[in-house]
Structures are given as C-alpha cells and as structure tokens.
C-alpha cells in the first residue's frame, strides 16, 4: 500500500468519525446543549444509541435507516453528512499533497490539517444555518482555532514565516467585503455569523497561494460564493415571485471555499494571463 493511500484510508475513516460528530454538533451546539454527554439517543423512544449502531453509514445502513428499539426512521442526512466528510478529506489530501511522497513538508501537512478543519466545522455550520439561518460562533471559533494552527504550525516548522502573508491577505480580504456588506445592509444582507467565519475561510483560502502576495485563490473563492448565491437566490425569485426568501449564505461561503482549493490557483492564474498581469 502506498503511502498517499494510507493517508487517504485512515483520513476517509477520520472523517467518517468527525462527520458523525458533526451532526451531533449541529443539532445540540445550537440549542446551547454538551456535545459530550448525554450519549445519543433515539428522539422518538429516548433510548441511547448502542456503541454497536453508532459505527457511521454501516449502522445505519444495517438497521435499514431505522431505530433498533421503536423502528422510527432515521434521517438518510445523517449517513450522507458523514460520507459527504469522509469523501471530502480524501478529495483534500489527493488535492493538497504533493505527487511525490519524498516532496511533502510541514507546511503541505500543516496547510492540509487546516483544510481539514474547515470541513469538519464547515458541515456542521452549513447544516445549521441552512435550518436555523445561524452560524454559531462557538463552531466557528474551534474552526478557526484549528486553522491558524495548522497553518502557523506548517509555517515555523519549515522556517518560511513568510507563508503566513498570503492567507492573512486572504482572510484581511475575506473580512473586508463581508464585513463591508454587513455594515453597509445594517446587517440585513450579511450576519455577524457571515463576518466571524469570513477571515477563517479567507485564511484558509489565502493558503492555496504559495508564490506572491496577492492570494488569487483567496479572489476566486469569494467570488465562486458570490456567483453560486446570486445563481440560487435568482432561480428561486424566478421560480416564485410571490414569495420573499431568506437565504442563509453560510454555505455558499463554505462551498466558495472548498471549490477554490481544486480551481482556486488555476483560475486565478487564467485571469491574470488574460488581463497580463
């Protein structure tokens, strides 16, 4: 076996792991519930989750998407959440890590765990805001927390500081035009949710730059989350007019994000040939 697919196999099985917990996250963080204790249990008969039933996709694909005690169905979200992860952290890791084994650094390593860090607190931030229209700050504080230190980790442990520049323009960026928005619509069109998780994933971003100052992907994936909302919110106005929806931008923030690392540099690249930059 070699060494990339070692880490892709134990990173599918992290997050497996992490997305189970992401849907814990996001059902109790926001009702200002532990994450910790009580253990899981089922919400129709109360009775706790048996370590057996807990194993991600297996269980509940074994007990056929229902509970063992009261045979209430489970929600297939559940499953997709934490395959959605585990997918997610394989894609990074083919994505992030140099071809050549023997050309992988701290930095490739330390830049690969922040990007972890922003799906597994990206999901649960996505679930939430799409059915509450919130982004709790508790979520996007760990998220953050995770980001800097890969990335300030990655960073001194080559002894480039200097790596740090590109996604801190990127989240200076990121926290300009969002906060911008929100002080502009008096909140209306960006929350402070939007401005907290901003630099996070404009750091994030930032670090897909590695040669200059200016981080083109950082551009891009702001951009792509403006175009996927403004696409969406249109097709909804289009489909009905009689009716006034909020849309909650958490996610195209995140998905911006995540769509930037495969065509972050190439775009950013494409444009700057095209304007001769």
């Known amino acids: 076996m070699s060494v990339l697919l070692a880490v892709c196999v134990v ?20 009702a200002g519930l532990s994450v910790v204790s009580p253990r899981s249990a089922c919400p129709a008969c109360g009775h706790a989750v048996r370590e057996r039933d807990n194993v991600p996709v297996l269980s509940w694909v074994l007990l056929r998407g229902r509970c063992r005690d009261c045979a209430t169905t489970i929600p297939w979200r ?8 585990a997918v997610l952290f394989v894609l ?12 992988w650094t701290a ?8 990007w972890l860090a922003v799906v597994a607190g990206g999901v649960p931030l996505v679930a939430v805001d799409l059915a509450l229209h919130r982004l709790p700050f508790a979520v996007t504080a760990w998220t953050g927390g995770f980001v800097l230190a890969g990335l300030a980790g990655g960073a001194v442990a080559v002894g480039d500081p200097g790596l740090l520049l590109p996604p801190l323009v990127g989240a200076l960026v990121w926290l300009a035009v969002i906060g911008g928005l929100h002080v502009l619509t008096a909140g209306r069109g960006m929350g402070l949710g939007d401005v907290a998780l901003a630099p996070v994933l404009g750091a994030a971003t930032g670090s897909l730059t590695v040669t200059g100052l200016v981080p083109g992907a950082a551009l891009v994936g702001l951009a792509l989350a403006f175009v996927g909302g403004a696409l969406v919110g249109g097709g909804l106005l289009l489909a009905d007019r009689s009716r006034r929806r909020v849309l909650p931008f958490g996610p195209f923030l995140v998905g911006g994000a995540l769509l930037a690392v495969p065509c972050g540099v190439p775009l950013a690249e494409a444009y700057a040939g095209l304007v001769g930059l």
């Open 11 to 30: 990173l599918g099985l992290l997050g497996l792991a992490l997305g189970s917990f992401g849907t814990v996250v996001a059902h109790r963080v926001p």
């Open 107 to 114: 930095w490739d390593a330390g830049r690969l765990v922040a």
């Open 78 to 85: 559940y499953p997709a959440v934490e395959a959605a992860t």
């Open 92 to 103: 990074l890791a083919v994505l992030l890590l140099p071809d050549s084994v023997g050309s």
